[in-house]
């Protein structure tokens, strides 16, 4: 039950997220500080903030609903957010520059979201088939 509804409350955010910077790259951009500078970086900012998220979010609600795909899905979301986290930890702990809400807020929700994954992740059996 927990594995299900960190999967389905990650496919929810991630599709809803995903979609507003895929139509709207600058909202993401504003909110992380970033200057789209260019058509390359309008392009970049769409393509990670919205396809990439969007792409995670829709698999996540695949495995949410089909159980062929569930422990896949938490192994997925396990790795992609804790690599998130990880990497927003290290970079928040290099920085000398003030940082703002955006980055304690999306450091607390990776970390939790992994955790939960994690911890639903340990409690499903290792069926290979």
């Known amino acids: 039950m927990l594995g299900k509804a960190i999967l389905g409350v990650s496919a929810l955010i991630l599709i809803s997220y995903g979609a507003v ?10 909110f ?8 390359d970086a309008f392009a970049e ?24 795909f569930y422990r896949s899905g938490l192994i997925v979301l396990f790795l992609a957010i804790g690599s998130l986290a990880m990497a927003r930890l290290a970079s928040l702990l290099m920085t000398d520059q003030i940082l703002t809400a955006y980055t304690y807020g ?13 911890i639903a992740l340990k409690g499903t059996p290792n069926d290979p088939t």
Do not use: D, R
Not at 32 to 39: E, R
Not at 46 to 63: E, H, P, S
């Open 21 to 30: 910077c895929l139509i709207s790259p600058a909202t993401p951009a504003a």
């Open 106 to 118: 999306a450091l607390i929700y990776e970390m939790a979201t992994a955790c939960v994954a994690f």
């Open 45 to 68: 900012v769409g393509a990670m903030y919205g396809g990439l998220q969007t792409g995670l979010g829709v698999f996540f609600l695949l495995a949410f609903l089909k159980p062929e």
């Open 32 to 39: 992380a500080g970033l200057i789209i500078s260019n058509g």
